[in-house]
């Protein structure tokens, strides 16, 4: 059973750039979560996905934007990169929404912005 | 604004030690506390508590919440060096639409010497 699944693993962009993460989730799960984890601190919330709609979304400006597939697959898109967006982007996927069930956590995409 | 606080940020004990590591929190519609290890990249889940006073436990492992505190503890005992990780405090809550996203603390860096 495939876990969920994060590409690719690492990531080196230059500033103004823009970037594509993509995740797939665990099999079974409909719901992606996306949160970005600075060196030393926790995750934060960008926004989740469920039925290829945007449920919520954080405290992440409009340069962060996302998208679900049918088959439950995202995609995180940042635009005009900053260097303060160097990170790892962490995918998260949990099965239906409000269902307060886990979320179960891909191994993460390392961006670098140069 | 909604807060994760955890303690201590960084701890050191030696093999076959007992550690307890807390997370307190203020946030507005609480739903659920989940403890999660992060060793290098993907936080994986441990327990996930809803009611107070009950106490779950997995191995040597074992946590609870106290909902009228607003804390909770994560226990260890007879600690091995393969504990040594980032354990993670998160809150989720009841938002409209029923969307999910998790409220993150910084973490407990956590090391275990032989």
């Known amino acids: 059973d495939a876990g969920v699944t994060q590409s690719p693993t690492h990531l080196i962009k230059t500033r103004g750039q823009q970037v594509t993460l993509r995740c797939s989730p665990k099999s079974g799960h409909d719901t992606v979560s996306w949160y970005q984890q600075a060196l030393g601190q926790g995750p934060q919330f960008i926004f989740q996905y469920y039925e290829e709609e945007e449920r919520q979304r954080g405290n992440f400006p409009d340069r962060f934007s996302g998208h679900q597939f049918p088959n439950y697959s995202s995609e995180l898109n940042v635009n005009a990169l900053l260097l303060g967006d160097s990170a790892l982007y962490l995918c998260?996927?949990?099965?239906?929404?409000?269902?307060?069930?886990?979320?179960?956590f891909g191994q993460g995409t390392r961006l670098t912005v140069v | 604004e909604d807060k994760v606080v955890q303690s201590p940020l960084s701890l050191v004990v030696h093999e076959g030690d007992t550690v307890t590591l807390n997370c307190s929190y203020e946030v507005t519609n609480f739903r659920s506390l989940l403890w999660y290890k992060q060793e290098k990249k993907a936080p994986t889940f441990l327990f996930m508590l809803t009611s107070s006073g009950i106490e779950k436990k997995s191995g040597r492992l074992s946590s609870i919440l106290d909902k009228k505190e607003l804390f909770s503890i994560l226990n260890i005992t007879a600690t091995q060096t393969g504990d040594s990780a980032v354990y993670l405090c998160a809150v989720g809550l009841y938002s409209g639409g029923g969307a999910d996203g998790l409220t993150f603390g910084k973490g407990t860096h956590l090391i275990i010497q032989p």
């Open positions: 998260a996927s949990s099965l239906g929404l409000g269902q307060n069930t886990e979320a179960f």
